[in-house]
């Protein structure tokens, strides 16, 4: 019913930025809360934001609340993660997701998932 395609992703040095960025197909996004996770070699998959289908709510994990930023633009079916000043610790692969209705933190409630996109932060 959805498909999610990242893109974005990329080396960086520390305290670089990216913005990442998901294409969503269908003509019902907004019904979606959207979220972006992500995974370290050896690590459990892990949230990163969420935003609910209107792009009025958002939420953060929060270690990342004060460098990441989540929006999204429903006229164009994507949503976007802004990132800043990152650090190492940050290389993951990085995936947006999908649920109906309302935004959630936990990665079992998303139905519909990307093939994720690479951020590696290194000098």
């Known amino acids: 019913q959805v498909q999610l395609v990242e893109s974005g992703g990329g080396l960086v040095q520390p305290g670089g930025s990216l913005r990442l960025s998901c294409a969503a197909s269908g003509r019902t996004f907004s019904s979606y809360a959207m979220g972006w996770f992500r995974q370290a070699p050896g690590k459990e998959r892990e949230f990163v934001a969420a935003i609910s289908g209107g792009g009025w709510r958002t939420y953060y994990a929060n270690s990342m609340k004060d460098r990441f930023t989540i929006s999204r633009d429903n006229a164009k079916n994507t949503v976007y993660l802004q990132m800043n000043s990152l650090k190492p610790e940050d290389t993951a692969v990085y995936y947006c997701?999908?649920?109906?209705?309302?935004?959630?933190?936990?990665?079992?409630?998303?139905?519909?998932w990307g093939q994720g996109t690479q951020v590696t932060v290194s000098s």
């Open positions: 997701a999908a649920k109906f209705s309302s935004l959630s933190i936990h990665v079992n409630e998303y139905e519909y």
